[in-house]
């Protein structure tokens, strides 16, 4: 069998879509022993050193410059020479091609929630549908999300639908089994005091922050800080000023962008992980920080509550007292506390990159047979 994978993602991807590339594709190339992988990076990314060469991995380059124009324009004819029995694109799949042709839908909220986005991004995602349903399948990471899917009628007549969970990566771990002298430099490096809240992810409307801030605003706990660790993205508010006017400039750490190896160490070292989104496809940050040793205060939607289940401590997402309550909750009652950590550290172990590569190779050969 040969399959092709987009992985135009793979250096220099958004940060949720770089994750799940690098980990499904290296997964996948252990699992594949006599199968011929083709992997298609951006072709800016040439001198960068692909970490998983092996015989039967093959490197395509390609332009990239935009996802779904590369996509549509630009892979079909590169992959013409290669006569592949199935391809892997991200969001958008191509009209042509004669190997069956599998769509990774992350999620489809501009669709639903499209008042989070842009009218740029709303005309630039608007394609996907039409593409998905000429698609042989479509991949997706939760159950609501697939739910959603099909609601939205993205399906063709012939077209099936998996779901392959996102893994949590093993190099997130609770702090005593991290190396102590790189927690001591990486609280000096950000300042970082002894107990704080955290939250990781992009930073835009859809996540919630300014109710989070809201909720600091009435914690019991008047002196706890809050770490946000993201980029901006997306809309989004004034955040250094939303900080101002609501006085908490002296509890309020804006960290911005934290590389793949202090991120492990970021997490381990809060006192309560936060992450009360409107919506999510799946909330892979939560899961990490579970991982991590982490209580996690989340939002009560569908994805958080499938993927965190009894370990998750929920709140109303559009009710800053409500997440106020939950947060003090989990600071303040120790059994509660206790409770949740080692609920997510059992519930993180069900999420695993190899068990995703299993369920999305077993998903590529039964598309290949249909």
């Known amino acids: 069998m040969r399959i092709g994978i987009d992985a135009k993602w793979f250096f220099n991807g ?14 996948l190339i252990e699992l594949n022993k006599e199968n011929e992988i083709y992997v298609i990076l951006n072709k800016k990314d040439i001198k960068e050193i692909f970490p998983f060469q092996k015989n039967n991995v093959k490197l395509i380059y390609v332009w990239g410059g935009v996802n779904l124009l590369s996509n549509i324009f630009v892979i079909p004819f590169v992959l ?3 006569k592949l029995d199935v391809c892997i694109f991200q969001y958008f799949a191509p009209l042509f091609g004669k190997y069956k042709k599998i769509v990774f839908i992350h999620d489809i909220i501009f669709k639903t929630n499209p008042e989070y986005f842009t009218l ?38 012939k077209t099936r639908i998996q779901v392959v969970y996102n893994g949590v990566d093993k190099k997130f771990k609770p ?7 790189d927690l001591e430099q990486l609280m000096v490096k950000y300042n970082l ?6 939250y990781v992810g992009r930073l835009n409307e859809r996540k919630n922050i300014l109710n989070l801030l809201k909720a600091i605003n009435i914690l019991n706990d008047k002196k706890i800080k809050l770490v946000l660790c993201g980029n901006y993205n997306w809309k ?20 911005g962008y934290v590389n793949d190896e202090e991120l492990p160490l970021l997490y381990s070292l809060a006192s309560v992980f936060c992450f009360v989104s409107y919506e999510e496809g799946f909330g892979l940050p939560p899961l990490e920080a579970m991982a991590s040793g982490i209580p996690v205060v989340i939002s009560n939607i569908n994805s958080l ?37 080692r609920n997510g550290l059992e519930r993180s172990k069900n999420f695993n990159w190899e068990k995703s590569a ?7 050969e039964q598309v290949i047979q249909s």
């Open 14 to 27: 958004n940060a949720s879509g770089r994750v799940v590339v690098r980990n499904l594709l290296e997964k």
């Open 80 to 82: 013409l020479r290669y």
């Open 120 to 157: 740029k991004e709303r005309i630039y995602f608007s394609p996907m549908k039409f593409l998905a349903k000429y698609s042989d399948g479509i991949v997706t990471v939760s159950e609501s999300e697939k739910e959603r899917i099909i609601k939205q009628k993205f399906l063709g007549k």
């Open 175 to 181: 702090k005593e089994y991290l190396n102590k002298k």
């Open 193 to 198: 005091p002894e107990r704080f809240l955290l």
């Open 236 to 255: 989004m508010f004034n955040l250094p000023q939303m900080i101002n006017e609501l006085g908490l400039g002296e509890r309020i750490i804006l960290l």
């Open 305 to 341: 509550i499938e993927v965190c289940g009894e370990a998750g401590y929920y709140c109303n997402p559009n009710d800053p007292k409500d997440i106020a309550e939950k947060i003090d909750m989990v600071l303040t009652n120790k059994e509660l506390r206790e409770l949740k950590i």
């Open 358 to 364: 299993k369920i999305l190779l077993q998903f590529l």
